[in-house]
Protein backbone atom coordinates (compact mmCIF):
# COMPACT_ATOMS: atom_id res chain seq x y z
CA UNK A 1 0.00 0.00 0.00
CA UNK A 2 1.67 3.77 -1.22
CA UNK A 3 1.50 6.72 0.26
CA UNK A 4 -1.62 7.59 -1.17
CA UNK A 5 -3.47 4.52 0.10
CA UNK A 6 -2.27 5.32 3.42
CA UNK A 7 -3.71 8.87 3.14
CA UNK A 8 -7.10 7.95 2.49
CA UNK A 9 -7.04 4.60 4.41
CA UNK A 10 -6.75 6.94 7.64
CA UNK A 11 -8.87 10.09 6.21
CA UNK A 12 -5.87 11.88 6.36
CA UNK A 13 -5.33 14.98 3.66
CA UNK A 14 -1.29 15.09 4.34
CA UNK A 15 0.12 11.79 3.76
CA UNK A 16 -0.83 12.19 0.34
CA UNK A 17 1.55 14.64 -0.21
CA UNK A 18 5.31 13.09 0.00
CA UNK A 19 6.43 16.88 0.53
CA UNK A 20 5.50 17.02 3.75
CA UNK A 21 6.78 13.80 5.58
CA UNK A 22 7.46 15.33 8.53
CA UNK A 23 3.75 15.65 10.13
CA UNK A 24 3.72 13.33 12.64
CA UNK A 25 0.23 13.91 14.23
CA UNK A 26 -1.56 13.30 11.30
CA UNK A 27 0.79 10.31 10.21
CA UNK A 28 1.61 7.92 12.37
CA UNK A 29 -0.63 9.64 16.01
CA UNK A 30 -4.49 10.06 14.93
CA UNK A 31 -5.04 6.83 12.93
CA UNK A 32 -3.82 4.98 15.99
CA UNK A 33 -5.39 6.84 18.73
CA UNK A 34 -8.64 6.55 16.79
CA UNK A 35 -8.01 3.06 17.19
CA UNK A 36 -7.18 3.17 20.68
CA UNK A 37 -9.87 4.93 21.85
CA UNK A 38 -12.44 2.32 19.86
CA UNK A 39 -10.79 0.05 21.72
CA UNK A 40 -11.23 1.72 25.17
CA UNK A 41 -15.06 2.06 23.89
CA UNK A 42 -15.20 -1.64 23.24
CA UNK A 43 -14.20 -2.39 26.90
CA UNK A 44 -17.74 -0.90 27.85
CA UNK A 45 -19.76 -3.31 25.71
CA UNK A 46 -20.67 -6.64 25.57
CA UNK A 47 -21.96 -8.80 22.96
CA UNK A 48 -25.78 -8.32 23.93
CA UNK A 49 -25.76 -4.60 23.01
CA UNK A 50 -24.97 -5.21 19.30
CA UNK A 51 -27.56 -8.10 19.39
CA UNK A 52 -30.38 -5.43 20.86
CA UNK A 53 -29.03 -2.81 17.93
CA UNK A 54 -30.00 -5.40 15.21
CA UNK A 55 -32.74 -7.19 17.18
CA UNK A 56 -34.56 -4.11 17.82
CA UNK A 57 -33.66 -2.18 14.66
CA UNK A 58 -35.62 1.09 15.25
CA UNK A 59 -33.16 3.56 16.56
CA UNK A 60 -30.45 2.83 14.03
CA UNK A 61 -32.90 2.39 11.06
CA UNK A 62 -33.49 6.07 12.65
CA UNK A 63 -30.04 7.68 13.35
CA UNK A 64 -29.01 6.65 9.50
CA UNK A 65 -32.44 8.65 7.98
CA UNK A 66 -31.46 11.17 10.07
CA UNK A 67 -28.14 11.65 9.07
CA UNK A 68 -28.15 10.65 5.46
CA UNK A 69 -31.36 12.59 4.29
CA UNK A 70 -32.34 15.29 7.38
CA UNK A 71 -28.96 16.77 8.14
CA UNK A 72 -27.85 17.38 4.35
CA UNK A 73 -31.49 19.60 4.22
CA UNK A 74 -30.65 21.20 7.36
CA UNK A 75 -27.26 22.13 5.89
CA UNK A 76 -28.84 22.91 2.54
CA UNK A 77 -31.40 24.59 3.91
CA UNK A 78 -28.58 26.64 5.96
CA UNK A 79 -26.31 27.76 3.17
CA UNK A 80 -29.40 28.73 1.00
CA UNK A 81 -30.61 31.34 3.28
CA UNK A 82 -27.00 33.10 4.64
CA UNK A 83 -24.29 35.36 3.09
CA UNK A 84 -21.05 33.72 2.63
CA UNK A 85 -18.08 32.93 0.61
CA UNK A 86 -19.28 30.58 -1.85
CA UNK A 87 -16.34 28.03 -0.95
CA UNK A 88 -17.11 28.09 2.69
CA UNK A 89 -21.05 27.14 1.71
CA UNK A 90 -19.11 23.95 -0.06
CA UNK A 91 -17.04 23.36 3.33
CA UNK A 92 -20.28 23.20 4.75
CA UNK A 93 -22.09 20.88 2.96
CA UNK A 94 -19.54 18.42 2.55
CA UNK A 95 -19.41 18.41 6.37
CA UNK A 96 -22.97 17.31 6.42
CA UNK A 97 -22.37 14.95 3.92
CA UNK A 98 -19.62 12.71 6.01
CA UNK A 99 -20.54 10.21 8.25
CA UNK A 100 -20.27 10.53 12.44
CA UNK A 101 -16.27 9.19 13.61
CA UNK A 102 -14.91 8.17 16.81
CA UNK A 103 -15.48 11.88 18.30
CA UNK A 104 -18.95 11.00 18.29
CA UNK A 105 -18.69 7.75 19.55
CA UNK A 106 -16.20 9.39 22.11
CA UNK A 107 -18.53 11.69 23.14
CA UNK A 108 -21.39 9.14 23.56
CA UNK A 109 -18.87 6.65 25.75
CA UNK A 110 -18.20 9.54 27.96
CA UNK A 111 -21.86 10.23 28.41
CA UNK A 112 -22.54 6.85 28.94
CA UNK A 113 -25.04 6.64 25.87
CA UNK A 114 -25.44 3.78 23.92
CA UNK A 115 -21.88 3.30 22.23
CA UNK A 116 -22.92 -0.06 20.03
CA UNK A 117 -25.50 2.01 18.71
CA UNK A 118 -22.85 5.06 18.04
CA UNK A 119 -20.36 2.86 16.59
CA UNK A 120 -22.92 0.89 14.41
CA UNK A 121 -24.12 3.97 13.18
CA UNK A 122 -20.62 5.47 12.54
CA UNK A 123 -20.21 1.89 10.88
CA UNK A 124 -22.92 1.70 8.48
CA UNK A 125 -23.14 5.37 7.53
CA UNK A 126 -19.39 5.19 6.32
CA UNK A 127 -19.96 2.68 3.96
CA UNK A 128 -23.45 4.64 2.75
CA UNK A 129 -21.56 8.19 2.35
CA UNK A 130 -18.85 6.10 -0.31
CA UNK A 131 -22.01 6.74 -2.66
CA UNK A 132 -23.94 9.97 -1.23
CA UNK A 133 -20.54 11.76 -0.77
CA UNK A 134 -19.94 12.25 -4.43
CA UNK A 135 -23.51 12.97 -5.12
CA UNK A 136 -23.03 16.16 -2.52
CA UNK A 137 -20.47 16.80 -3.02
CA UNK A 138 -20.56 17.50 -7.07
CA UNK A 139 -24.10 19.22 -6.42
CA UNK A 140 -23.14 21.52 -4.24
CA UNK A 141 -19.94 23.31 -6.30
CA UNK A 142 -22.49 23.11 -9.11
CA UNK A 143 -24.91 24.92 -7.28
CA UNK A 144 -22.51 27.12 -5.26
CA UNK A 145 -19.36 27.62 -7.59
CA UNK A 146 -20.64 26.62 -10.96
CA UNK A 147 -17.82 24.43 -11.45
CA UNK A 148 -17.80 20.24 -12.19
CA UNK A 149 -15.56 17.87 -9.84
CA UNK A 150 -15.14 14.12 -10.55
CA UNK A 151 -15.29 12.81 -6.66
CA UNK A 152 -14.28 9.11 -6.57
CA UNK A 153 -13.99 7.46 -2.86
CA UNK A 154 -12.36 3.95 -3.06
CA UNK A 155 -14.70 1.27 -2.28
CA UNK A 156 -12.06 -1.12 -0.78
CA UNK A 157 -10.17 1.35 1.02
CA UNK A 158 -12.51 2.25 2.90
CA UNK A 159 -14.34 -0.29 4.37
CA UNK A 160 -10.99 -1.67 5.20
CA UNK A 161 -10.61 1.67 7.50
CA UNK A 162 -14.09 1.62 9.15
CA UNK A 163 -13.19 -2.29 10.17
CA UNK A 164 -9.54 -1.70 11.29
CA UNK A 165 -10.49 1.59 13.03
CA UNK A 166 -14.06 1.02 14.06
CA UNK A 167 -14.99 -2.36 13.94
CA UNK A 168 -12.00 -4.26 14.85
CA UNK A 169 -11.08 -2.68 17.77
CA UNK A 170 -14.35 -1.96 18.93
CA UNK A 171 -14.70 -6.12 18.57
CA UNK A 172 -11.52 -6.27 20.56
CA UNK A 173 -12.50 -4.27 23.46
CA UNK A 174 -15.55 -6.55 24.08
CA UNK A 175 -13.49 -9.74 24.21
CA UNK A 176 -11.24 -8.08 26.22
CA UNK A 177 -14.53 -7.50 28.55
CA UNK A 178 -15.72 -11.20 27.95
CA UNK A 179 -12.49 -12.82 28.89
CA UNK A 180 -11.35 -10.25 31.80
CA UNK A 181 -14.39 -9.03 33.13
CA UNK A 182 -12.51 -7.07 36.31
CA UNK A 183 -9.83 -5.73 34.77
CA UNK A 184 -11.88 -3.84 31.82
CA UNK A 185 -14.46 -2.50 34.53
CA UNK A 186 -11.30 -0.76 36.04
CA UNK A 187 -10.69 0.57 33.32
CA UNK A 188 -13.99 2.47 32.46
CA UNK A 189 -13.76 5.25 34.93
CA UNK A 190 -10.25 5.93 34.23
CA UNK A 191 -10.78 5.80 30.35
CA UNK A 192 -13.91 8.14 30.30
CA UNK A 193 -11.36 10.87 31.27
CA UNK A 194 -7.95 9.55 29.36
CA UNK A 195 -9.67 9.13 25.55
CA UNK A 196 -11.13 12.68 25.29
CA UNK A 197 -7.59 14.10 26.58
CA UNK A 198 -5.83 11.85 24.36
CA UNK A 199 -8.34 12.52 21.38
CA UNK A 200 -7.71 16.27 22.26
CA UNK A 201 -4.13 16.55 21.96
CA UNK A 202 -4.10 14.78 19.19
CA UNK A 203 -6.34 16.89 17.00
CA UNK A 204 -4.63 19.96 18.66
CA UNK A 205 -1.66 18.33 16.62
CA UNK A 206 -3.49 18.34 13.13
CA UNK A 207 -5.21 21.39 13.29
CA UNK A 208 -2.43 23.62 14.48
CA UNK A 209 0.65 22.08 13.74
CA UNK A 210 -0.06 20.15 11.43
CA UNK A 211 -2.85 21.44 9.14
CA UNK A 212 -1.22 24.70 10.20
CA UNK A 213 -4.09 27.55 10.13
CA UNK A 214 -1.58 30.73 9.29
CA UNK A 215 -2.70 31.75 5.94
CA UNK A 216 -6.18 31.89 7.31
CA UNK A 217 -7.85 35.39 8.91
CA UNK A 218 -9.62 36.07 11.47
CA UNK A 219 -11.99 37.26 9.92
CA UNK A 220 -12.49 33.91 8.06
CA UNK A 221 -12.68 32.54 11.25
CA UNK A 222 -15.23 35.07 12.60
CA UNK A 223 -17.54 34.70 9.53
CA UNK A 224 -17.51 30.85 9.71
CA UNK A 225 -18.24 29.77 13.53
CA UNK A 226 -21.51 31.28 13.41
CA UNK A 227 -22.91 28.90 11.05
CA UNK A 228 -20.66 25.81 11.49
CA UNK A 229 -22.17 26.12 14.95
CA UNK A 230 -25.45 26.60 13.79
CA UNK A 231 -25.42 23.79 11.57
CA UNK A 232 -23.99 21.47 14.53
CA UNK A 233 -26.64 22.56 16.63
CA UNK A 234 -29.25 22.40 14.38
CA UNK A 235 -28.61 19.31 13.27
CA UNK A 236 -28.54 17.72 17.40
CA UNK A 237 -31.88 19.33 17.84
CA UNK A 238 -33.67 17.84 14.89
CA UNK A 239 -31.80 14.18 15.60
CA UNK A 240 -33.06 14.53 19.04
CA UNK A 241 -36.72 15.59 17.87
CA UNK A 242 -36.97 13.00 15.85
CA UNK A 243 -35.85 9.87 18.32
CA UNK A 244 -38.74 11.61 20.43
CA UNK A 245 -40.94 11.03 18.24
CA UNK A 246 -40.52 7.38 17.51
CA UNK A 247 -40.60 7.14 21.42
CA UNK A 248 -36.66 5.42 21.32
CA UNK A 249 -35.57 5.78 25.01
CA UNK A 250 -33.73 8.59 26.21
CA UNK A 251 -30.05 7.08 25.75
CA UNK A 252 -30.89 6.36 22.50
CA UNK A 253 -32.33 9.85 21.62
CA UNK A 254 -29.13 11.46 22.76
CA UNK A 255 -27.10 9.34 21.10
CA UNK A 256 -28.59 9.66 17.92
CA UNK A 257 -28.46 13.39 18.39
CA UNK A 258 -25.26 13.56 19.18
CA UNK A 259 -24.12 11.06 15.95
CA UNK A 260 -26.27 13.38 13.57
CA UNK A 261 -25.23 16.47 14.87
CA UNK A 262 -21.14 15.81 14.89
CA UNK A 263 -19.57 14.64 11.38
CA UNK A 264 -15.98 13.44 10.75
CA UNK A 265 -14.05 16.83 10.11
CA UNK A 266 -10.81 14.70 9.31
CA UNK A 267 -13.08 13.70 6.54
CA UNK A 268 -14.21 16.75 5.34
CA UNK A 269 -10.69 18.32 5.43
CA UNK A 270 -9.82 14.99 3.49
CA UNK A 271 -12.11 16.12 0.74
CA UNK A 272 -11.59 19.58 0.46
CA UNK A 273 -7.64 19.54 0.54
CA UNK A 274 -6.65 16.64 -1.09
CA UNK A 275 -9.88 15.36 -3.71
CA UNK A 276 -11.18 19.37 -4.03
CA UNK A 277 -7.56 20.82 -4.25
CA UNK A 278 -8.75 24.13 -1.94
CA UNK A 279 -7.54 25.24 1.36
CA UNK A 280 -10.64 27.79 1.56
CA UNK A 281 -13.17 25.09 1.55
CA UNK A 282 -10.53 22.73 4.09
CA UNK A 283 -10.92 25.76 6.47
CA UNK A 284 -14.74 24.95 7.09
CA UNK A 285 -14.24 21.35 8.80
CA UNK A 286 -10.63 22.70 10.48
CA UNK A 287 -13.03 25.38 12.25
CA UNK A 288 -15.92 23.20 12.65
CA UNK A 289 -13.19 20.41 13.55
CA UNK A 290 -11.61 22.62 16.27
CA UNK A 291 -14.54 23.32 18.81
CA UNK A 292 -17.58 20.83 17.96
CA UNK A 293 -16.15 18.06 20.63
CA UNK A 294 -17.37 20.69 23.33
CA UNK A 295 -20.36 22.30 21.88
CA UNK A 296 -21.49 18.44 21.41
CA UNK A 297 -20.83 17.25 24.51
CA UNK A 298 -22.35 20.02 26.52
CA UNK A 299 -25.82 19.37 24.30
CA UNK A 300 -25.58 16.01 25.01
CA UNK A 301 -24.89 16.18 28.88
CA UNK A 302 -27.56 18.78 28.58
CA UNK A 303 -29.86 16.73 27.40
CA UNK A 304 -29.57 14.06 29.66
CA UNK A 305 -29.49 16.12 32.96
CA UNK A 306 -33.07 17.39 31.92
CA UNK A 307 -34.71 13.95 30.83
CA UNK A 308 -36.05 12.00 33.12
CA UNK A 309 -34.97 8.99 32.96
CA UNK A 310 -37.51 5.75 33.21
CA UNK A 311 -37.26 2.99 35.56
CA UNK A 312 -36.65 0.34 32.97
CA UNK A 313 -33.77 -0.09 30.72
CA UNK A 314 -33.53 2.22 27.90
CA UNK A 315 -30.68 0.76 25.71
CA UNK A 316 -32.62 -1.23 23.34
CA UNK A 317 -34.71 0.06 20.63
Known sequence: MDLNSVA?????????????MHLLFSEYFLPFTLAIITLGMGLSLTDRDFRNIFS???????????????????????????????????????????PGGATSNLITYILKG????????????????LVTIPVIVTLSLEIFIHQDAAIRLDVGETMLKVFLITLLPAFAGTR??????DFAGRLEQPLRIILPLLLLIIYAGVIFI??????????DFMQIIPYAL?????AMVAGLMVAKMIRLGV???????IEV???NSALAIFISATLLKSHAIALVPVVYGSFTFFSTLLFGWLVKKMARYPRINDTGG
Do not use: H
Open 114 to 129: NVALSISMTAINSLIT
Open 8 to 20: FFFNLPFLSEPSR
Open 56 to 98: QPRAVITGIVCQMILLPLIAYMIVRSIQIDPLFKVGLMIIAAC
Open 230 to 234: LLNFA
Open 261 to 263: GLQ
Open 176 to 181: IRKWKP
Open 210 to 219: DQGIESATGR
Open 251 to 257: KNQYTIA
